[in-house]
């Protein structure tokens, strides 16, 4: 079946600092990834997607992923963070089944900066 | 571009009420979808439509909860009666076919 894990509930890091967010997926063909941001209080806004080619993903507001087929891994990466990046973060998957196609998610990480 | 528009923002009413949320889908996108946002059980996919026909309803939670998408532009989600444990989120998003879903800004019910 598929499925969406994203091992870490929170990170913290230092403004400034730089983010890694781990993505990992089951899913049986080439899959369409994604990931998503949530401020407290918005909706999921997209920060990027992967559908093929290019295995690094560049985003907006700085963000970029890698996808790495062998370990099944959809990691997203900033070099800088900024304490607007403070906000909760989901992986998703897209998932063709029967006749319909929709996302699974991750359960979220929580990221916290530091000043 | 618009996004998807949601209303109402804040929903707040009593057990036992009728409860309609509105959405109103990207102008172009082909699917929509209904979810749920709690802190206990994190983002549900309620419900999905493509082409304006429900194809997937398996995550309604029970017969109280019904979606129409009478047109291209319009869907809404029903709860009558709604329960205390109806209170959550509510997100609608869209898509054009097998790409990226585009949310709105949720409406948050909350049910006394």
């Known amino acids: 079946a598929q499925s969406v894990t994203q091992p870490d509930i929170h990170i913290t890091v230092s403004e400034g600092a730089s983010l890694e967010l781990r993505c990992n997926y089951s899913y049986g063909a080439t899959p369409y990834l994604f990931w998503y941001v949530q401020s407290p209080g918005q909706g999921l806004q997209l920060l990027l997607k992967?559908?093929?080619?290019?295995?690094l993903v560049q985003g907006i507001k700085g963000f970029e992923a890698e996808f790495k087929r062998s370990q099944s891994s959809f990691n997203l990466r900033k070099p800088s963070v900024h304490w607007s990046d403070a906000a909760e973060y989901f992986c998703?998957?897209?998932?063709?089944?029967?006749?319909?196609?929709?996302?699974?998610f991750g359960s979220g990480t929580r990221l916290l900066v530091r000043p | 571009d618009a996004g998807v528009i949601q209303s109402p923002r804040h929903e707040v009413t009593e057990m036992g009420q009728e409860v309609t949320l509105r959405c109103k889908p990207i102008?172009?996108?082909?699917?929509l979808f209904w979810y749920r946002q709690t802190m206990m059980r994190g983002l549900e996919l309620l419900i999905y439509?493509?082409?304006?026909?429900?194809?997937?309803d398996s995550g309604m939670p029970e017969d109280r909860f019904s979606a129409k998408m009478p047109n291209a532009s319009f869907s809404t989600l029903k709860i009558q009666p709604s329960e205390p444990r109806d209170s959550a989120v509510y997100f609608c998003?869209?898509?054009?076919?097998?790409?990226?879903?585009?949310f709105g800004p949720g409406t948050r019910l909350t049910v006394l």
């Open positions: 439509f493509n082409n304006n026909v429900p194809i997937d």
């Open positions: 998003a869209s898509s054009r076919d097998y790409s990226a879903q585009y």
């Open positions: 992967y559908f093929s080619g290019d295995t």
């Open positions: 998703a998957v897209g998932a063709a089944m029967d006749s319909s196609y929709k996302l699974i």
């Open positions: 102008s172009g996108h082909n699917s």
